[in-house]
């Protein structure tokens, strides 16, 4: 456990604090212990005088503390005003548990003002409401006391599994998703039935809403659990969801947490607007986090699994998870079923008269519809199997049981 102290020159790094900090974070390192860094605090003290120096540049607490990770894992706590090297400290660490009271900026207003940058309150500085959209925050909670709570539960995540663990009855997974497949549902209830008890944290859920992540535990198993949202975008995969995506995953590596992915996509976003934003290199980064996980993990397409979206959400392919299986009623294919009939058929379309285009695409459509049925994928081995939704819980619990048994894979 390390903290700065508000009290005491507003938390702000002196080289003693550097000196004592840099010397538990090596530690730590040695010892291999999960850490919990509570850092509000201005930064760093110009005017310290502890110790002769001239730019301080030297100070290796950001090098040592940077270093720790995939060595052990670290939460960061930020409640109050965390700027500069304080908010860096926060930004390096594993996750980021935030109260509604904290600002989180690379400078604070004295340093913004010295830059000729304009004067600033402090509260307009990295406000809640702006890092909890844009990913900087992982958690949002009501108080200090809230956060320790939630420390907890992330840390108990990283102990060793139960034997088994207590859910509601599964029963209801068969009816959870709408009868018409192209209604939006939201799937955190699926997560939540899926999981043990009161065991979800939920994951950076102001940011990129079309991806949910969250640390769970099925029947004893800690996991983290990534999922499409379909109430957002229809699922689709944008710039923003596959680097939370990427970088949920190698978190769950790092953490030695197994996945299980919950997909439901019609692929990545696609479009002018979606590429201005970088999309080819973040898509591919999230791809290639999961081909690189050395966890287990376990696909499970609930409706629709579409696209290169839909092999990114199963680690590259349907056959890189330990077991991809699907709900009875999804369906898989290259691209979505309508906009793959509507290319493959482009000439006789155009050639037929417009009032009877779209009936042709609706034909068209439904036949496709039963070619592309997850029975048939599994028949002819594109996925591992059709299960019956109720059995889900079990099948990822015995699954992921037996994959950790024999060590990471």
């Known amino acids: 456990m390390l903290s700065y102290d508000y009290l005491v020159m507003a938390g702000t790094q002196g080289m003693r604090g550097h000196r004592k900090s840099d010397r538990l974070i090596e530690i730590i390192g040695r010892m291999r212990l999960p850490t919990v860094f509570f850092t509000e605090g201005g930064g760093g003290r110009p005017g310290d005088t502890d110790i ?138 699926v997560v939540e039935t899926l999981a043990d008890h009161d065991s979800v944290i939920w994951l950076r859920e ?44 190698a978190l769950c590596d790092r953490w030695g947490l197994p996945l299980v992915s919950l997909v439901d996509t019609p692929g990545f976003m696609v479009g002018p607007e979606a590429e201005r934003g970088g ?3 973040h898509a591919s980064r999230m791809v290639v986090a999961g081909a690189q996980l050395s966890t287990p993990m376990v696909g499970v397409i609930l409706r629709r699994g579409y696209g290169l979206g839909a092999q990114a959400m199963l680690g590259g392919s349907t056959h890189r998870p330990l077991l991809t299986v699907a709900w009875p009623d999804a369906h898989l294919g290259p691209m979505g079923l309508e906009g793959a009939v509507r ?55 015995a699954t992921l049981r037996r994959a950790m048994a024999g060590g990471r894979s």
């Open 206 to 249: 102001a940011f990129a809403p079309e991806l949910v992540t969250a640390l769970a535990r099925i029947d004893g198993i800690a996991v983290g659990v990534v999922a499409n949202q379909s109430t957002h975008l229809a699922g689709a995969l944008t710039s923003d969801a596959s680097v939370k995506a990427a970088e949920f995953l």
């Open 52 to 189: 002769p120096l001239v730019s301080a540049l030297d100070v290796g607490s950001f090098a040592l503390w940077g270093e720790l990770e995939g060595v052990v894992p670290r939460i960061a706590v930020v409640s109050g005003r965390c700027f500069a090297g304080n908010a860096v400290l926060a930004g390096c660490a594993d996750l980021r548990i935030a109260t509604p009271d904290a600002n989180l900026g690379m400078a604070g207003p004295a340093m913004i003002a010295g830059g000729g940058l304009g004067t600033f309150a402090p509260e307009e500085i990295g406000p809640v409401k702006d890092q909890a959209a844009n990913g900087v925050i992982d958690v949002l909670v009501e108080d200090e006391a809230a956060a320790v709570e939630a420390v907890r539960s992330v840390l108990s995540c990283l102990e060793p599994s139960a034997e088994s663990g207590e859910a509601v009855d599964q029963a209801a997974l068969r009816t959870i998703l709408p009868h018409n497949d192209r209604e939006a549902f939201d799937v955190r209830p």
């Open 343 to 397: 290319l493959s058929m482009a000439t006789e379309l155009a050639a037929m008269p417009e009032a009877e285009r779209e009936e042709r695409v609706a034909t068209l459509t439904e036949e496709y519809r039963k070619q592309a049925s997850a029975l048939n994928a599994a028949r002819v081995f594109e996925i591992d199997d059709v299960i019956d939704p109720a059995e889900t819980r079990a099948v990822v619990a």
């Open 279 to 281: 999309l080819v290199r």
